[in-house]
């Protein structure tokens, strides 16, 4: 009788076990906003998903390199990006597989690779983020470029420009302003005493206690920021300029994956109107970009004056900067600081 | 049939055993020390070698106050009995399962929000405060089993000699060197450690390593820079472990083996370890705590609408219990990996003091090949061990894709402690009890069971403990290395930090230290019921 009992409970494990289909996503998006969406797929498919998150940029060596390193035998089926950079690295080394999903149907195709290696939906914008309390609303900031002057002197704050949404927002600079104008704001911010902080949420932290005054970030450390009651106002810069920069949410389908339909049908889930609705709802505030999916709250794309970026390009553009002038401005800066 | 005297006499299977550790500790980071010998890498650059120098005198200030402060300390805990000193010493154990960047993120807070600040919690100053917290627990740790592997007639002795003030000396004498090895591993760990000096904006060799893996994506690149650390820690760590290896452990008499009783100290002793706990623990995690209770949505704000009927509606309390449901979530993982790293970490550190025996060249060796593996990056053991892991067929995925496969890379990186701990242990055992084994036709495995095994224990568990600990606080291995689905709470909070509440965030943190507080207790308790 018990041997039975027994011979049932291992056949109903092994059944269990292969009941459930799984798809393995790994994210550089913030793991509060990325979690409650795989949850939700989860839920309404039965699929398992198993959400590998990736930490703040410069706290860790990174997913990126895990996906690197994984390349010939993947781990992971789908890469949810945070930002276009990082899955144009994955495309330029051979890890992206092409997929146009049914779902991205009415996306602008100007968020997506054009060969389809990555598909923008969901997208956050780069912001002047200044302290109340050091800075009336009428001085607020307008521009980026503000960090460079003598009133904000050793008071600007910007996160590391080799790492993250930073980096992609140094090399929209050099492709919109061109090399001479970007390169003599960089070493403007250097003269002017800007504090060069290891990551965004860093900004954020420091501009909220008033070690900072102004700071650039992206939207949702602002609202993040802004919903605990720090201090703190946001600004979309350069509206009667070069533009706010977009970055847009990117879905990679890793090649070789080892569950391919399962990660398609989670990028399909990715690119779905509800799920840039929900985005939105959620405290990130993630703008839609599909036209049209309105939320309370959130600025729609439409308000804003976007940077004209070509996201294809920027990959390789921020490749050569991260070993050309950003990696010795960097030093040059760093240097200054340890003196 | 091997006579038990063939673990006191010296042999070739000694070489060979040091030579196959070592080359086991070293398997992960083959790869890329295999990438940084290839040609054809970018140049280092002023700024790396700035930066070197810059952490080298980071790591030294912070092993040489560790030592200042922990030696004295972790002597005294041994010899004398005091209120509050098992919760004392388990509370200043706990900056160790830290990742420095929560620490240094607590002591940048004070600095901006407490009016009069002290300058030295900001830059470099800052930087080495926040690493000899970490170290001086760790010095603290390793003196006091030291000194208490004294014997009771060695402490009478003293006593009758000179008083309290001799035995103190003797024992921190009879501690200095183990003493010294700890600081120069816990030196060696902020060489690679990115943490505080991001926060505190000090450019320390660690960023420009995560800079080179995690921004260009040059493991190259990264691999020559972790070769010239290696080479630096390496002329550092020689001198050192040639003159350790020499004077680790004396043997200890056959009959000195009684413990000595502690003497009764008072308040004096508890006021010394309380200060290194406030500073070490207390003032850092209420930098942590600033931005939750000073805020206008704050902890204080949330208190006063809390009543009866709405507490489960409060965010606040919202945000608390889905801190609770992580901390369920990635408990066992969390133990798990600890754990294993240090089950790993003592069997191959204490394997390699085993084959060392007593030759002062083969313990000079070990430590020196142990010192210098230590001296790597996380990212590089972990990235060679998820290389090797994809070139290898599926069917090794169990042992090279799995949890188990975590806990081994975290062992291999951190074996050195064991080594230490291992070393001494070995070298204080009398060699007269295996010559009376041998006389009286002992077996070798009833003397490794009886003699042996109670002889090494104490050390064994102390290198479990320490390697557990800073297992835990290693969240870049476990990134690179945990299986999907696997993650850690230490992880769980870095990747939760960037823009998570500042509640969950703190919630998370302090249940990760409160957790462990309470573990560790029972854990000390149990030991120190045992007969």
């Known amino acids: 009788m018990m041997t039975r009992l027994l011979l049932a409970c291992v056949v109903i494990g092994i059944i269990g076990c292969d009941a459930a289909e799984t798809v393995v996503v790994y994210t550089s998006v913030d793991e509060v906003f990325a979690r409650p969406v795989a949850e939700r797929f989860q839920d309404e498919t039965g699929t398992t998903v198993h959400l590998v998150p990736d930490t703040e940029e410069a706290k860790s060596t990174g997913l990126l390199n895990r996906l690197i390193a994984e390349r010939e035998r993947p781990v992971a089926d789908v890469f949810w990006s945070g930002d276009p950079v990082r899955a144009a690295v994955l495309k330029s080394r051979g890890i992206s597989a092409p997929y146009r999903s049914p779902l991205a149907q009415g996306l602008p195709a100007e968020y997506s690779d054009p060969d389809g290696h990555w598909t923008g939906f969901s997208a956050r914008a780069r912001v002047l983020v200044y302290n109340t309390t050091l800075i009336p609303a009428e001085q607020a900031p307008r521009s980026v470029l503000e960090l460079t002057d003598e009133r904000v002197r050793g008071r600007g704050c910007l996160a590391n420009p080799l790492f993250g949404t930073t980096s992609m927002h140094a090399a929209a600079l050099f492709t919109t302003l061109g090399d001479e104008r970007a390169k003599s704001f960089f070493d403007g911010f250097r003269r002017n005493g800007g504090r060069l902080v290891s990551s965004n949420g860093e900004v954020r932290r420091q501009v909220a206690n008033g070690t900072c005054a102004i700071g650039v970030t992206d939207t949702d450390d602002a609202a993040v920021a802004r919903r605990e009651g720090a201090p703190l106002a946001v600004v979309y810069p350069d509206a009667d300029g070069m533009g706010t920069l977009v970055i847009p949410n990117c879905a990679v389908l890793i090649a070789g994956a080892p569950h391919p339909e399962a990660a398609r049908r989670f990028i399909d889930y990715l690119l779905a109107p509800e799920t840039e609705e929900q985005l939105a709802r959620s405290e990130a505030a993630q703008m839609p970009v599909r036209p049209g999916i309105v939320v309370p709250g959130v600025t729609p794309i439409s308000d804003l004056r976007p940077m004209p970026v070509d996201y294809a390009v920027l990959g390789k553009r921020l490749e050569e900067l991260s070993n050309g002038f950003l990696a010795t401005w960097v030093e040059s800066v760093r240097t200054e600081q340890r003196q | ?531």
């Not at chain 2, 140049?43 to 040489?64: D, E, M, N």
């Not at chain 2, 388990?90 to 300058?119: C, D, H, K, N, Y």
Request: charged share 10%; proline share 6%.
């Open chain 2, 1 to 531: 049939m091997t006579s038990v005297l063939s673990l006191e006499a010296s042999g070739r299977w000694r070489v060979g055993t040091v030579l196959v550790v070592a080359f086991l500790a070293s398997m992960p980071i083959v790869p890329l020390l295999g990438r940084s010998l290839e040609p054809g890498a970018p140049a280092l650059g002023p700024v790396f070698w700035g930066s070197l120098w810059t952490s080298a005198g980071v790591a030294a200030g912070a092993a040489t106050i560790g030592v200042l402060v922990g030696l004295p300390l972790g002597v005294f805990a041994a010899l004398h009995e005091f209120p509050g000193r098992k919760a004392l010493l388990v509370t200043a154990a706990l900056p160790l399962l830290v990742p420095s960047f929560l620490w240094a993120i607590g002591w940048s807070e004070l600095a901006a929000r407490v009016p009069g600040a002290p300058a030295m919690l900001r830059g470099t100053s800052g930087c080495v405060l926040v690493f000899a917290t970490m170290v001086a627990p760790l010095v603290l740790l390793v003196s006091f089993a030291a000194s208490t592997s004294l014997s009771r007639s060695q402490v009478d002795g003293a006593r009758l000699a000179g008083g309290e003030t001799r035995v103190l000396r003797l024992a921190s004498r009879h501690a200095i060197v183990p003493a010294l090895l700890a600081a120069a591993l816990g030196g060696i760990v902020t060489l690679a450690d990115a943490g505080a000096g991001e926060i505190l904006g000090v450019p320390m060799v660690a960023t420009e390593l995560l800079t080179s893996f995690a921004a260009r994506y040059d493991v190259q690149l990264a691999a020559r820079q972790c070769l010239v650390l290696t080479g630096l820690v390496l002329l550092a760590a020689a001198p050192v472990a040639w003159v350790a290896g020499r004077r680790l452990a004396d043997a200890a008499l056959a009959r000195q083996t009684a413990p000595f009783p502690r003497q009764l100290a008072g308040m004096g002793a508890t006021a010394s370890l309380a200060l290194l706990v406030l500073i070490s623990v207390l003032l850092p995690l209420a930098g942590l705590l600033l931005p939750v209770v000073s805020g206008p949505w704050s902890l204080a704000a949330e208190a006063v609408e809390l009543t009866r009927d709405n507490w489960r509606r409060n965010h606040f309390t919202l945000l608390v219990m889905g801190a609770f449901g992580t901390v369920a979530r990635t408990a066992a993982n969390t133990l798990v990996y600890a754990a294993g790293a240090g089950l790993v970490a003592t069997l191959l550190g204490f394997g390699l003091a085993c084959a060392a025996g007593r030759s002062g060249t083969l313990r000079t060796i070990a430590l020196v090949v142990a010192l210098a593996l230590f001296a790597w990056p996380p990212a590089a053991g972990a990235l060679g061990a998820a290389t090797m892991a994809t070139a290898s067929p599926a069917w090794l995925d169990p042992i090279l894709r799995s949890r188990f496969t975590v806990c081994a890379i975290l062992g291999l990186r951190l074996f050195a402690v064991g080594t230490v701990l291992g070393l001494r242990a070995w070298g204080t055992m009398a060699p007269s009890w295996a010559y009376a084994a041998a006389v009286h036709g002992v077996p070798p495995r009833r003397y490794l069971w009886r003699v042996v095994w109670p002889s090494l224990r104490p050390s064994a568990a102390l290198s479990m403990l320490v390697v557990s600990l800073l297992a835990s606080a290693d969240v870049g291995t476990v990134l690179l290395l945990h299986p999907p689905g696997a993650d850690s709470l230490p992880l769980t909070i870095f990747t939760v930090m960037a823009n998570a509440p500042t509640t969950t965030v703190v919630s998370l943190c302090l249940l990760y230290l409160f957790g462990a507080f309470a573990l560790l207790l029972v854990l000390v308790h149990l030991a120190a019921r045992r007969p």
